[in-house]
């Protein structure tokens, strides 16, 4: 028998449940992709996966969705406690029946946290972008209609800032309204019809209006959302917070009464009601006016979709002369001082109002909706005290970079290729970048000290160094998040979301967080090693980078392992710490003191040289080389020793002084000769010449290194040796610069180390 | 002027290219054919410094590829298989942008841009932004950036393929006509027709391996008498006989 082809269009079950399988499916691939990788021996590491981009951890996954749901869950109670107090003060505890105004109030918060989630959740994605699936979709013989029913599902249900915002209140709303605890299994049955809601609405915006803007209108509306969604996030979250919610519950008050009649209104009346047929009688009402919302929207959309999902408007109109004659125009003078790279940046960022919203207008809302709405007090005290105008400004600006010069390689993105061809290190290119936002986000601090200096006028020294603690730090910053950027940055991915490796953008705010306890210390001393510090990791990580850039669009071989900076400031540090360690088990008796720097030393040597033998490190520093000539580095010493005898005669007297000899005989005695004499050149000449000195001489000319690593060498010291412990610093890397192995450094170093000690015996 | 020197690239236990020789002299249009996942961007990638090698080296002008990259680019040219640009720029610019990163001073760059886009018929949508180009355009545009700073070498990855008709003749005489200048070709490609009429010589790739190389002739005479070049490399390309026919 020939049975005609029967199947027709695929029901809206079937294909709700394929999408949402495929949504997941795809999901899941992305994560198992993301753990594979990590396991490099793996039998499936040789096969070729779907995205071959070097994928970001799943922090976000583990740590971060528990730790949104508390902090959710916590703001909804107390904005319900909040609306509670403000519209009806009767007594709450005594009954669960909700007074008509604080349903309505209610019914104000669930629209709210709605509206903010369904605004972040636009913001998310790429407006402009075409949507991949529905075009591929429609091509699939199932009807429109059954196609964007099944859309608004599978959006209902897979929407992780939606089900956050209102899952969590809901489930407060059914606590308090006695449901205990089947509170989340109600809040969670509650939150479904917002969702659908708030994927109908998502879907209107995304797929309707598409078809109706220019890609162009489209990409400033999506600006515009971001904002929007940051302030309605404020307004959302500015209810839970005690005391300053004022605006908001005053709006909430004023609500009309048939908010309660809406769905977030029945949402809350249907959670409400105790009596069961009642109870009953609110859900069905919220379900048919659920469907209505539904049915009406998705009859708009089918409307919309008759003549096909794809418009001729989303293509850029061409502009004829007059765009033309502009493009021409700019081409001027004015520019010409800039490079190509940097020109090109700055036309992107005229043009994409949505990257400039982005980079430099949402730091401004984030941290100034944080000053108005936290109880810190900053906002106050900022204009009276300079180190914390200057912490704010510095914050802004590190907010700014991440957003920005940490994302260099991402505005790149699949045009990344073309640097490629260009005759010029990548590293010259990230160069320019790195200093054209160091100079755009100084504006922050620019104008915030302008403002200062009209608010208050009297200049004092330490207005001008909390200005210049601001000003040094944003350049320094600036190339401290193109280099990590460098690394915790996927251009090839397809996600939007997925393009920046979380870890490494926590790790440049810790960072910058550190450099702004650097602003607000009051110690001048403490800033100044605070300064070098960020100075030398920001070349530390420059040179990471650098050695990285060859390597960025090869899916998966690493840079061979050379000696770097950085491998010398992680030795200082476990140096540092081994000997702490030590001397806070045995005390500071002289023994303890010798025993304790050379097992620090002694550990810290024997572990880089095994982790260097372990990784076939290139380029580790050698005693002993093919030219020693030990003659220099005891020349060295001596020169040293002689600038520093000159700094102790002139220095000699001071109270400062004598309490830092005080110290040194007290704890050390007769101790500190086998200490600075043996001990302190074999160790720290590995550290701070070898490594830190050789690692910086593979990037940066003789005297940069010579410099910045006398620099650290001198702040790890203590405060009245700082200038003597420089000018050794210098000699011994110079002579290190010339041999080519350590034992002149280290010659050097004890040379200084036993005069030095020979002139303190002889002041004595 | 392009030399290959055993280039190896393996991603994980995957052999992707395996030890690859291979000479292109100065002034020779080479044809490197082979089916799909047969290697052939791989090793163009690896000759762009894009790719690292695994193993052996890749010489282009006696420069290495990879640690003399940015050299290397001073006499190459280069079109990806899927040329993707800039956000928000046109068409104009972004070659603008390009000859300047050559070096060029900006009249310069101006005046070779002007040049270009009317070689390559782009005059139409110079001001549209190059995102919404069609595939064509794309590729046309990807080739002016490859020609912009006048190389010696010009390295190309599936240039026709996506063109009109009478954009891919087009760019067909413009690849000859750079041949004849003494520039130097190396471009993969699967279309059989469009090697056999501007190749001087071909190699075919398969499974990562190199398994034949020489001219038209040469190819027929060895694999396929009389045959043609499809002939040839469906031959070469078959399982059993990829080892046969190696020389």
């Known amino acids: 028998m020939n049975q005609p082809d029967v199947r027709g269009a695929a029901p809206l079950g079937l294909s709700t449940t394929l999408l949402i399988r495929l949504r997941l499916r795809r999901l899941l691939n992305l994560m198992r992709a993301a753990s594979i990788r990590k396991k490099k021996n793996s039998a499936e590491a040789g096969k070729r996966s779907g995205n071959p981009g070097k994928q970001s951890s799943n922090v976000v996954l583990y740590v971060f969705l528990p730790l949104m749901l508390f902090v959710f869950g916590s703001v909804a109670r107390n904005a319900v406690v909040n609306l509670h107090e403000a519209l009806d003060p009767g007594g709450f505890w005594r009954t669960v029946e909700f007074a008509a105004p604080f349903t309505v109030g209610l019914a104000f918060l669930l629209l709210v946290m709605w509206f903010a989630s369904l605004l972040v ?86 797929t309707g209006l598409r078809l109706r803007m220019r890609a162009e209108q489209l990409r400033n509306l999506h600006a515009v959302i971001s904002v929007l969604s940051i302030v309605s996030m404020y307004l959302a979250m500015s209810l839970g917070i005690t005391g300053k919610a004022s605006f908001m519950l005053g709006v909430a008050a004023n609500m009309p009464a048939a908010l309660a009649w809406t769905p977030m209104g029945l949402v809350v009346q249907a959670l409400n009601e105790r009596d069961t047929l009642q109870a009953l009688g609110w859900w069905l009402a919220l379900a048919a006016e659920t469907f209505a919302l539904l049915w009406l929207g998705i009859g708009w959309l089918q409307h919309r979709l008759r003549n096909g999902v794809v418009s001729g408007g989303s293509r850029d109109a061409v502009r004829a002369a007059a ?111 790195a200093a054209l936002w160091g100079v755009l986000t100084l504006a922050y601090p620019v104008v915030l000290f302008c403002v200062g200096l ?101 899916p998966d071989v690493a840079p061979p392992p050379r000696v770097s900076t950085s491998d010398g400031l992680i030795a200082a ?116 010449r070898g490594l830190i000195f050789g690692g910086l001489l593979r990037s940066f000319g003789l005297w940069p290194a010579a410099l910045a690593s006398s620099a650290i060498f001198a702040c790890l010291h203590p405060p009245i040796a700082m200038l003597p412990v420089f000018c050794l610093g210098v000699a011994a890397a110079l002579t290190y610069a010339r041999t080519r192995s350590l034992l002149a450094p280290m010659l050097a170093h004890a040379t200084y180390n036993a005069s030095i000690v020979a002139v303190q015996v002889f002041l004595r | 002027m392009i030399e290959l020197q055993g280039l190896t690239r393996r991603y994980g236990d995957f052999t992707a290219v395996k030890p690859l020789d291979l000479t292109v002299a100065r002034g020779e249009m080479f044809g490197f054919l082979g089916p799909n996942g047969a290697g052939k961007t791989t090793t163009i990638r690896m000759l762009m410094g894009i790719l690292v090698p695994s193993g052996g080296r890749g010489l282009i002008s006696g420069l290495d590829c990879h640690a003399q990259r940015a050299d290397v680019q001073r006499h190459v040219g280069y079109l990806p298989d899927n040329p993707m640009f800039y956000d928000f720029l046109r068409g104009r610019e972004i070659l603008q942008f390009v000859a300047e990163m050559h070096g060029l001073p900006r ?117 396929v008498p009389g045959g ?6 469906l031959r070469v390309t078959e399982e059993s006989a990829a080892q046969a026919v190696t020389p």
């Open chain 2, 107 to 223: 009249t310069e760059a101006a005046a070779r841009t002007r040049g270009l886009l009317g070689d390559f018929g782009l005059e139409e949508v110079v001001d549209e932004f190059a995102v919404n180009y069609s595939m064509g355009m794309k590729k046309k545009l990807g080739l002016a950036c490859a020609l912009i700073h006048d190389p010696e070498v010009l390295i190309l990855d599936e240039p026709i393929n996506g063109l009109d008709p009478r954009a891919a003749r087009d760019v067909q005489d413009r690849l000859k006509q750079a041949a004849a200048s003494g520039k130097t070709i190396f471009m993969s490609t699967h279309l059989l027709d469009m090697a056999e009429r501007v190749c001087t010589r071909i190699g075919i790739i398969h499974r990562g391996e190199l398994v034949t190389t020489g001219t038209l002739a040469e190819l027929r005479e060895r694999v």
């Open chain 1, 573 to 688: 540090m476990v140096f540092f710490v081994v000997q702490a360690v030590f001397v806070a088990i045995g005390g500071t008796s002289g023994a303890t003191l010798l025993v304790a720097f050379a097992a620090a030393g002694a550990f810290t040597y024997g572990m880089m040289r095994y982790v260097y033998a372990r990784t076939g490190t290139q380029g580790v520093p050698q005693i002993l080389g093919e030219r020693n000539l030990p003659l220099y580095g005891v020349a060295g010493g001596l020169a040293a020793a002689a600038i520093a005898s000159v700094y102790l005669m002139a220095m000699r007297g001071t109270p400062f002084m004598e309490e830092a000899q005080r110290a040194a005989y007290d704890g050390l005695g007769w101790w500190l000769i086998p200490l600075a004499v043996i001990g302190a050149p074999l160790f720290e000449e590995f550290i701070f």
């Open chain 1, 121 to 206: 959740n636009i913001a998310s994605g790429e407006l402009a972008k075409p949507d991949w699936d529905l075009e591929w979709l429609v091509t699939l013989p199932i009807r429109a209609e059954t196609l964007l029913w099944a859309r608004v599902m599978e959006r209902s249900v897979v929407n992780p800032s939606g089900f956050m915002a209102l899952a969590p209140a809901c489930t407060v709303i059914a606590w308090y309204s006695a449901h205990h605890w089947t509170a989340p299994l109600f809040g969670v049955l509650a939150a479904w019809p917002l969702l659908l809601l708030a994927a109908l609405a998502r879907t209107i915006v995304d």
């Open chain 1, 323 to 433: 765009a033309a004659a502009a493009g021409a125009a700019t081409e001027s003078s004015a520019s010409a001082r800039i490079g190509a790279v940097q020109r090109r940046e700055l036309t992107l960022l005229s043009r994409d109002r949505n990257f400039l919203v982005q980079s430099l207008v949402l730091p401004l809302l984030i941290v100034g909706g944080q000053l108005l709405l936290g109880n810190s007090g900053v906002a106050s005290s900022m204009w009276r005290d300079p180190n914390v105008l200057a912490s704010v400004a510095f914050g802004l600006a590190a907010y700014s970079l991440s957003m920005s010069a940490f994302q260099t390689l991402n505005t790149e993105g699949h045009a990344l290729w073309l640097l490629y061809t260009f005759p010029r290190p990548i590293e010259s290119v990230l160069k320019d970048k």
């Open chain 1, 454 to 554: 009209v608010v208050t006028p009297q200049v004092s020294w330490k207005f001008a160094s909390a200005a210049l603690t601001a000003f040094l730090g944003i350049p320094i910053y600036a190339f401290i998040a193109v280099a990590l950027g460098v690394f915790g940055s996927n251009p090839l991915e397809q996600q939007q979301n997925q393009r920046v490796k979380p870890e490494y953008l926590y790790l440049y705010m810790g960072l910058a967080g550190l450099y702004i306890y650097a602003v607000v210390t009051p110690h001048p001393f403490q800033r100044l090693i605070f300064m070098v510090l960020s100075l030398l990791l920001s070349f530390a990580l420059w040179q990471k980078a650098r050695d990285r850039l060859p390597y960025l669009l090869d």
């Open chain 2, 228 to 233: 043609s070049l499809e002939e040839v490399f």
